[in-house]
């Protein structure tokens, strides 16, 4: 299990997901957390590198803890986590951020955060309550249970955009998991509980007064359990826990969003695996530039991942054209003399210095037409991945699935042997 995505979960979630979950884990070697690679070590730059600290390195962030998580931490009897708990105690007790759903920011520093790129890594007053900057070796005390943020973000991938676009689906079906699941566990827990509804962006008195909520609202929101919060949190990850994955199922994964969360993330993942190269390709229009002598400094999907390209290819890649298909663009320019090796084209894509074209806006019709042929991409990219054969009937119907059926069968693939395990019973034969 420690060598699949499953081992990477907090605990509590491991007998809760599916079996895509057993799929091998993602390995980020670039982002070197022990020797933090966002960090000034001497390393040569090609431009001005603005680093992070290394007492904060990037968790410069507060995070928003489920309940469950919460409670999670509370209930680890491992000597590891007594620091964590700890801290955790200290932030229930200030109240700040203390509801029955989650355990949270101060509602100031969320506004705060809006606008905190140019301190990110930087900013000392940032620093995560949970980070133990006394022990560099285990800087962060809650790691085993820690939220969809903590447990997704990279600052380097090993994949590039494509190992961007995994993390960033699988922090929104997290997100997502964490949405139904608290809820669902303070409701269990105690009913009468009142997750308090802010106004977006607005700040009470006590907010900009770095106050804890008045007494009377406070006790509005937790009933009975003012002073005993920490059990409450408990109960919650108790009550997670006797979860089974049949309820998961039912309230979790196949309802609206949870099918189109996980299915973007098994697609993600198969992009990843399988180096799934768009029709079309031009230069990034959105990245940023720094011209260096013969190097143009480039930053693309991700600010902290910059890196020098020649001008040379620089300009080449400027020859792309959003009217042709790849191999249409790499013809011409190859009887233009310019030959582009497919291992530099797939660099460039990995990098973000290629991209998909925007294009033109698009009509509703376009746009759910590209969405179809990017998901039957992404399904046959898997399906022969998997060295699954794909008879004419099974290829028919591919294409003539709708969005939902083609959601619906990249889930399926990511684990079938054979395509009757993906078409279900109406493809008998076809294997
Ligand atoms: S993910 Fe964070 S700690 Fe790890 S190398 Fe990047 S900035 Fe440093
Ligand atoms: S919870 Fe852990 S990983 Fe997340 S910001 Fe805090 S110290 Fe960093």
């Known amino acids: 299990?420690?060598?699949?995505?499953?081992?990477?979960?907090?605990?509590?979630?491991?007998?809760?997901?599916?079996?895509?979950?057993?799929?091998?884990?993602?390995?980020?070697?670039?982002?070197?957390?022990?020797?933090?690679?966002?960090?000034?070590?001497?390393?040569?730059?090609?431009?001005?590198?603005?680093?992070?600290?290394?007492?904060?390195?990037?968790?410069?962030?507060?995070?928003?803890?489920?309940?469950?998580?919460?409670?999670?931490?509370?209930?680890?009897?491992?000597?590891?986590?007594?620091?964590?708990?700890?801290?955790?105690?200290?932030?229930?007790?200030?109240?700040?951020?203390?509801?029955?759903?989650?355990?949270?920011?101060?509602?100031?520093?969320?506004?705060?955060?809006?606008?905190?790129?140019?301190?990110?890594?930087?900013?000392?007053?940032?620093?995560?309550?949970?980070?133990d900057e006394a022990n560099p070796a285990a800087s962060c005390t809650i790691w085993r249970h820690r939220e969809a943020v903590c447990l997704t973000y990279y600052c380097k991938y090993s994949g590039g955009k494509r190992g961007f676009d995994f993390w960033s689906s699988f922090k929104n079906y997290l997100w997502h998991v964490q949405r139904r699941l608290v809820k669902a566990a303070a409701d269990a827990v105690d009913p009468s509980v009142v997750e308090p509804a802010f106004r977006r962006n607005a700040l009470t008195l006590e907010d900009l007064e770095d106050l804890p909520p008045k007494d009377s609202d406070y006790a509005a929101w937790w009933k009975s359990w003012v002073g005993r919060e920490e059990e409450f949190y408990v109960r919650c990850y108790e009550w997670v826990k006797k979860v089974t994955r049949e309820q998961f199922v039912a309230n979790v994964d196949e309802i609206e969003t949870g099918r189109a969360c996980l299915s973007d993330l098994v697609a993600k993942y198969e992009q990843l695996q399988n180096r799934v190269l768009p029709s079309r390709l031009v230069r990034n229009a959105r990245m940023t530039e720094q011209h260096a002598g013969d190097k143009v400094v480039v930053t693309t999907y991700h600010r902290f991942d910059s890196f020098a390209l020649d001008k040379d290819l620089y300009e080449v890649v400027g020859m792309f054209r959003a009217s042709e298909t790849l191999q249409e663009n790499l013809a011409r320019l190859a009887a233009e003399g310019i030959e582009l090796a497919p291992e530099l084209i797939e660099f460039l894509y990995v990098a973000g210095v290629l991209v998909e074209p925007a294009g033109p806006p698009k009509t509703e019709a376009k746009a759910d037409a590209s969405a179809l042929e990017a998901k039957r991409a992404a399904l046959s990219a898997i399906i022969r991945a998997r060295n699954i054969s794909l008879p004419p009937p099974a290829q028919e119907k591919i294409a003539k699935a709708d969005l939902a059926t083609l959601d619906a069968w990249i889930v399926r693939a990511a684990t079938a042997t054979k395509t009757a395990e993906i078409f279900g019973e109406d493809e008998k034969g076809s294997t």
Not at 92 to 110: A, D, M, V, Y
């Open 1 to 131: 299990m420690t060598d699949s995505l499953r081992g990477v979960l907090p605990p509590v979630y491991r007998p809760l997901f599916g079996s895509f979950f057993d799929r091998p884990k993602v390995v980020e070697t670039r982002a070197t957390c022990d020797k933090c690679a966002m960090c000034d070590h001497g390393q040569p730059s090609p431009v001005a590198m603005d680093y992070f600290r290394p007492d904060t390195k990037c968790c410069t962030y507060f995070p928003q803890l489920p309940n469950y998580l919460v409670g999670a931490i509370l209930a680890d009897p491992s000597p590891e986590m007594e620091e964590g708990k700890r801290r955790v105690r200290e932030q229930i007790k200030r109240r700040f951020g203390t509801t029955p759903h989650w355990l949270n920011r101060p509602r100031k520093l969320t506004l705060i955060m809006l606008g905190y790129a140019e301190g990110f890594g930087r900013a000392k007053s940032l620093q995560c309550p949970y980070f």
